[in-house]
């Protein structure tokens, strides 16, 4: 739209008019902003609690990245380490086995030394010996 030399000075009039009057409602809305405001101000805290929250959320995130990471090397090793406890425990099978059967056999062997002590032919003071 070309500018009217005439017009200008009225349209720069209106223009600086809705400015002023723009000002003066912004002036008379200070005080309903400033009562909002302090309506705001309670939510203060909550606010910078919330932004710990957020930090918070942030570091749980990268901590689960990091387990979503890791869990499964971490569960290759465990698989690794319970199966060496197997092999440990069908060892420790082997070796009770084996030695129940010592134990049995050391009794064995106590019971057959029992009987032969009386056959014992060693001479001793209280028996007599014959000429």
């Known amino acids: 739209m070309p500018i009217n030399p005439l017009t200008l000075p009225w349209a720069l009039g209106a223009a600086g008019l809705a400015a002023v009057r723009a000002a003066g409602e912004l002036v008379l809305a200070l005080p309903r902003i400033a009562r909002a405001l302090e309506q705001l101000a309670p939510a203060g805290p909550a606010l910078s609690q919330l932004a710990d929250l957020r930090g918070t959320v942030q570091r ?22 319970r199966a060496r406890l197997s092999a440990v425990e069908r060892q420790l099978g082997s070796a009770t086995t084996e030695f129940t059967a010592i134990d ?9 030394l029992e009987r032969v002590r009386p ?8 028996r007599k010996h014959s000429p």
Request: charge should be negative; proline fraction near 5%; charged fraction near 25%.
């Open 119 to 126: 056959l014992d032919r060693t001479p001793n003071a209280t």
């Open 104 to 112: 049995a056999a050391l009794r064995d062997l106590q019971a057959t």
């Open 60 to 81: 749980l995130e990268q901590l689960g990245n990091f387990l979503a990471e890791e869990l499964p090397e971490a569960v290759f090793q465990l698989e690794g380490l």
